[in-house]
């Protein structure tokens, strides 16, 4: 009964020790398969290059054969995993990453990735095969063409995007393309579009007699004359552009002398006339700034108004003598603004709205508030 019993209780343990090991050996394996991350590989927006490749055109085919996984596009280095589970979902392209755990590097890309660090992937293409200047398929800020028709290379891991996604051009020769270099993008999306960008001498020398109005076969003395007097005629006009410059300066120089002169003149003559009819009793003095204001603004409106008001005599001159022989009394009408206030009457004038405003505009140029 004991052997019996210790037997049992042996073959429990055995039975419980390779249950766990099992356990942990499917936990492993779900924790690799829950590891697995999906990356979008590219997608259609507009990169920091100026172009898009429209993901209708990606092939596929050589980068399912051999997906591997770079970091950053170092193909001089080993790849770190391999990408599965590639597909088109709209219109990105998007793959499960599968690292390599088994090697260190790999696994502390993974391990960034699995933190958050790393979140960028990236696809890397050989040149385009076909482009499209079709305005529907250009974005705002697009400078360079839509690339209609590309394959994929390989896909990395990368440490910051050139769209949403980063991007990669290898040229015919394997060798990745310098995307800073303008020149180099530029030729490479005329040759994909189908544009001879080495133009044919013969075809430069048709151009350049048409543009000269000479004969195709014209000599190249002929067409060195003609260059020269384009020269010559370019030389003559800067010439005669920079005189009429020189003469344009002086004139506008005595129009700005002449027009000065002519301001001053008619501000002296604006004082003389303001300043006469302040003394013949027409205007108060108080009144000066702002008379000479309104001529400033409009001379010719001004003195026809200063001139329509009448001059007045002195307040003596306008005593009337009743026909008692007794002292009369001097209407308000015919006093002006400032005899008025002199002689204490300004509320005895304010009784008489409207004698009052034009009172108050012949002394001061504008109505009292």
């Known amino acids: 009964m004991v052997c019996e019993t210790n037997c049992i209780i042996y073959v429990t343990i055995t039975e419980r020790f390779f249950y766990l090991i099992f356990c942990l050996h499917l936990w492993g394996r779900k924790s690799k398969i829950m590891a697995k991350k999906t990356f979008v590989l590219h997608d259609e927006t507009l990169n920091t290059q100026g172009f898009r490749l429209l ?3 990606a092939d596929l085919s050589v980068f399912k054969n051999n997906p591997v996984m770079l970091l950053n596009h170092n193909d001089w280095d080993l790849p770190i995993g391999r990408w599965e589970n590639i597909r088109i979902e ?3 392209i998007l793959a499960d990453a599968d690292f390599d755990e088994k090697d260190e590097r790999a696994a502390t ?3 960034k990735v699995d933190r958050g660090y ?4 990236s696809i890397g293409a050989w040149e385009p ?3 499209s200047n079709d305005p ?3 974005l705002p800020g697009q400078t360079l063409s839509t690339v209609t028709k590309w394959k994929v290379r390989e896909a990395s891991i990368c440490t910051i995007g050139s769209n949403h996604n980063a991007l990669a051009l290898y040229d015919k020769e394997n060798k990745l393309i310098d995307l800073g270099d303008k020149q180099q993008l530029i030729k490479l999306f005329d040759t994909a579009s189908g544009t001879n960008v080495s133009h044919n001498n013969n075809t430069q020398m048709t151009i350049l007699t048409g543009l000269l109005k000479l004969s195709d076969n014209a000599s190249e003395q002929a067409i060195a004359d003609e260059v020269r007097k384009i020269i010559q005629l370019r030389d003559q006009l800067q010439t005669e552009n920079g005189t009429l410059k020189t003469e344009n300066q002086s004139l506008t120089a005595k129009v700005n002398v002449f027009e000065q002169k002519e301001k001053d003149e008619r501000k002296a003559t604006a004082i003389k006339l303001v300043d006469t009819a302040i003394k013949d009793g027409r205007l108060d003095a108080k009144g000066k700034d702002a008379w000479l204001a309104m001529f400033d603004s409009s001379f010719d409106q001004a003195k026809t108004q200063l001139e329509a008001i009448p001059a ?3 307040v003596a001159s306008q005593v009337q003598t009743s026909s008692g022989g007794g002292k009369g009394t001097v209407k308000l009408a015919d ?8 002689s204490d009457k300004l509320k005895e004038l304010k009784k008489e709205p409207e004698l009052y405003k034009e009172k108050f505009y012949e002394a001061y140029g504008k109505y009292p508030a």
Request: hydrophobic content about 40%.
């Open 136 to 138: 529907s398929l250009m």
């Open 55 to 57: 993901t209708a055109g």
């Open 118 to 121: 790393l979140r960028s992937a």
């Open 129 to 131: 095969e076909e482009t």
């Open 109 to 111: 890309v993974m391990g």
């Open 90 to 92: 709209g219109t990105q």
């Open 312 to 314: 007045r005599g002195s």
């Open 335 to 342: 006093m002006t603004f400032a005899e008025i206030v002199k």
